[in-house]
């Protein structure tokens, strides 16, 4: 049977105070990271705004062969 709201409340407050503040933190920095399908939808969003930016002109395009040269400049 799933555990209810206020079933996980009630045993989280039978937690001393220091794994009390320890479960808060950690619930708090879980509000901070984004969903996988909200991770996605930035990445789209990213993408769409620089093809956006290669079309108007705003960005050139680099060759992948200079491309390559240059990771490859960089590793050795």
């Known amino acids: 049977m799933p555990t209810t709201m206020q079933q996980l409340e009630a045993e989280a407050l039978k937690l001393d105070l220091h794994a009390r503040a320890h479960l808060a933190g950690r619930l708090l920095l879980s509000l901070d990271e984004p969903s996988p399908s909200e991770i996605e939808r930035l990445w789209l969003d ?3 705004r620089r093809l956006e ?3 108007s002109g705003k960005v050139v395009g680099i060759p992948a ?3 390559f040269k240059r990771a490859l400049a960089e590793l050795s």
Do not use: L, W
């Open 53 to 55: 930016e290669y079309h």
């Open 46 to 48: 990213e993408a769409e």
């Open 65 to 67: 062969d200079e491309v």
